[in-house]
């Protein structure tokens, strides 16, 4: 299986700050790479496809960057609705695997 | 706009099945790939498998022997079965629609807002 790693696996952050997320692959994975937020109670939601594509209907001051193991995702200005749990995804092989979860907290 | 909701038991017995159904509302089940995940209290997302609306199956390596996913595209739903259950599969059950970006990434886009099952006596 391929493991996936992110970092940190919490943060704590201001409104308008910018926060970046790493998700290390330990192969690669080209582009096979997709970030969601959760939210308590509610449906994950997919925030970034291929690495760098912005799902419809997403802010875009999220975004995606990497390829092959290296990947980010970055939030320009935080908002009050952004505070959550992030998760990257690896769908390169079976089975698909994601990373343990990167808590957003509010400063 | 897909809605997806979970329903089935909260509790199962050790040694017996889970069983889950997933039911798809807004939308057809046709031209699909659905996928269960759940995760475990205090640890992460893990992949049980998926089913193509044609009835084609994948499953993670690591449940494939207790794993069944069947599709019903008259119900419009889709169902999972964890055969001989432990304390281990106690975990928030969600399901997913998969889609295939460019036609060939795979992606979870809408998922169910996921339900509780504990195994236990």
């Known amino acids: 299986d391929i493991q996936m790693t992110q970092s940190p696996s919490s943060l704590s952050a201001s409104v308008g700050d910018r926060v970046t997320i790493t998700c290390r692959a330990n192969q690669i994975i080209t582009t096979y790479l997709n970030w969601y937020q959760r939210k308590p109670g509610k449906a994950p939601n997919l925030l970034i496809y291929a690495a760098s594509n912005l799902q419809s209907g997403v802010p875009s001051r999220f975004s995606g960057s990497g390829s092959r193991t290296n990947f980010t995702l970055t939030i320009s200005s935080l908002q009050l609705e952004d505070f959550a749990t992030y998760y990257c995804q690896q769908t390169y092989s079976i089975p698909y695997t994601f990373g343990q979860g990167t808590k957003l907290e509010i400063k | 706009q897909v809605q997806l909701q979970e329903s089935g038991p909260g509790l199962v017995k050790p040694s017996e099945t889970l069983s889950l159904t997933c039911t798809v509302s807004?939308?057809?089940?046709?031209?699909?790939?659905w996928s269960w995940i759940r995760q475990p209290p205090g640890k992460g997302l893990e992949w049980i498998g998926y089913?193509?609306?044609?009835?084609?199956?994948r499953y993670n390596p690591s449940l494939k022997s207790r794993v069944t996913i069947s599709v019903d595209t008259s119900k419009n739903q889709f169902s999972l079965k964890l055969s001989s259950a432990t304390a281990a599969d106690t975990a928030v059950y969600y399901c997913a629609r998969e889609l295939r970006y460019f036609d060939w990434l795979p992606a979870f886009d809408p998922w169910g807002q996921g339900t509780l099952v504990t195994v236990s006596s």
């Open positions: 089913i193509h609306y044609s009835g084609s199956t």
């Open positions: 807004g939308g057809s089940i046709s031209s699909y790939y």
